[in-house]
């Protein structure tokens, strides 16, 4: 009895040798310059750069696989920093991607939600409220105005308002030079 619990615990002491061994021989570390462009973002993950959150666009930025000026949400300012991050040039946004818009959060008229749920399904960032046949709401604090959940609402109960800027939610804006157009 005493010998096969001095086997146990030897293999056990073995195992755990070797697994630690193996998550620092073999521990794999993210892009720094991921993280710092991804930290630029402005994490709505709305999709309109191409990419389906802000993560994988900033990966792709990072390989050189998609360009600083994509993204509508982050309008100027982030590219600008983009631009200031990867030592580039600054450039007009893309205007195939969309135009920025100032911050904004869904807003439901829960006299005309039916229960859908397609709102809910659409929405990355789980800022929706509500089940089945049953009223929705949003959680204003989550929501990044992506407007992902308008265009599957079949009743077109959620509108989009504008953020007020107030001392909750204000940031120190990066400068703002106006971009010299070539042609």
């Known amino acids: 009895m005493l010998t096969a619990l001095l086997v146990m615990l030897g293999?056990?002491?073995?195992?755990?040798?070797?697994?630690?061994?193996?998550?620092?021989?073999?521990?794999?570390?993210?892009?720094?310059?991921?993280?710092?462009?991804?930290?630029?973002?402005?994490?709505t993950q709305c999709g309109q750069c191409g990419y389906?959150?802000?993560?994988?666009?900033?990966?792709a930025i990072a390989q050189g696989a998609a360009d600083i000026n994509q993204c509508p949400p982050g309008g100027e300012t982030g590219m600008r920093a983009l631009a200031d991050l990867l030592g580039v040039e600054p450039k007009p946004l893309n205007a195939e991607h969309g135009l920025p818009k100032p911050k904004s959060v869904a807003v439901i008229d829960e006299t005309t939600c039916i229960g859908c749920t397609l709102c809910i399904q659409a929405c990355p960032v789980d800022a929706i409220l509500g089940a089945a046949?049953?009223?929705?709401?949003?959680?204003?604090?989550?929501?990044?105005?992506?407007?992902?959940c308008l265009a599957p609402c079949p009743v077109d109960c959620i509108t989009m308002?504008?953020?007020?800027?107030?001392?909750?939610?204000?940031?120190?804006?990066?400068?703002?030079?106006?971009?010299?157009?070539?042609?």
């Open 52 to 59: 389906p959150g802000c993560k994988p666009y900033a990966t």
């Open 133 to 148: 046949k049953h009223m929705h709401t949003i959680i204003a604090s989550e929501c990044t105005g992506c407007e992902l």
């Open 11 to 43: 293999l056990a002491l073995l195992l755990g040798i070797v697994l630690g061994y193996s998550a620092l021989r073999f521990k794999v570390e993210g892009d720094p310059l991921v993280d710092k462009i991804d930290a630029i973002l402005p994490q």
């Open 161 to 183: 308002e504008p953020v007020g800027e107030s001392v909750a939610n204000w940031k120190w804006r990066y400068p703002v030079y106006p971009l010299k157009q070539t042609a």
